[in-house]
């Protein structure tokens, strides 16, 4: 079974720039989410999706970070402008739907912001 | 909110030498508990999980940990460890309906010395 695969791997930008990171989660599994790990930290959720709706994004700063999942599959994390403290690894996971089912994360996305 | 607190930010150990990571959560209800290994440059590998009964859970690699409802803790332990265990350990706790989220702790990174 294939694992959450993200691309890119690597991305360095100024700041203000903009980006885009994707994700295309585990065959079958509804729930998708995508954290933010800042250097030294635990990884922190900034949205979950069911399917192409959105359950939280209580944390996700929405004047500059936008997310979709159209298509209730593959999703896109979009930041724009970016600013220095942007600078972090974004994980996408993923899971099946199920109360206590493993929530399994990509090798994540890590964003350098100069 | 739930929250989790990992008592030791660095633990160096020797090789062949037992090793316990603690873990410490706040909640007055039910959870799930989780121990993550993230190695470098990667994402999260999970260890182990205790969803209810037996509250000493096995796990990947000839780890364990053990939940304990008074303390409200759930450290992980391993009788002896490998120069190959070097990683980042992540606590988390499951949060929301269904137990859909998870609230990391700040990770302890574990070092083998040889």
């Known amino acids: 079974e294939a694992g959450v695969a993200q691309s890119p791997r690597y991305k360095i930008i100024e700041k203000r720039q903009s980006v885009a990171f994707w994700c295309n989660p585990i065959?079958?599994?509804?729930?998708l989410y995508w954290y933010q790990q800042i250097l030294g930290q635990g990884p922190k959720l900034l949205i979950q999706?069911?399917?192409?709706?959105?359950?939280?994004d209580s944390q996700l700063p929405k004047d500059r970070f936008s997310a979709e999942r159209l298509k209730g599959v593959d999703s896109t994390l979009k930041i724009q402008p970016a600013k220095l403290e942007d600078s972090a690894v974004y994980l996408c996971a993923s899971r099946r739907q199920g109360a206590g089912n493993t929530i399994y994360f990509g090798e994540g996305s890590w964003l350098t912001v100069v | 909110a739930q929250s989790v607190t990992q008592l030791d930010s660095q633990v160096p150990v020797f090789e062949e030498a037992p090793v316990e990571l603690r873990c410490n959560y706040s909640?007055?209800?039910?959870?799930?508990l989780f121990w993550y290994v993230q190695y470098p440059n990667q994402g999260l590998q999970l260890l182990l999980k205790y969803l209810s009964g037996s509250t000493l859970v096995k796990g990947i690699n000839g780890f364990e940990a053990e939940f304990n409802k008074s303390q409200t803790s759930f450290h992980l332990r391993k009788p002896s460890v490998h120069i190959s265990d070097t990683a980042e350990y992540f606590c988390a706790v499951s949060e929301g309906e269904g137990a859909q989220k998870l609230v990391f702790g700040q990770g302890t990174r574990l070092t083998i010395n040889p």
């Open positions: 065959s079958g599994h509804a729930t």
């Open positions: 999706f069911q399917n192409n709706g959105v359950v939280d």
């Open positions: 909640s007055s209800v039910s959870v799930y």
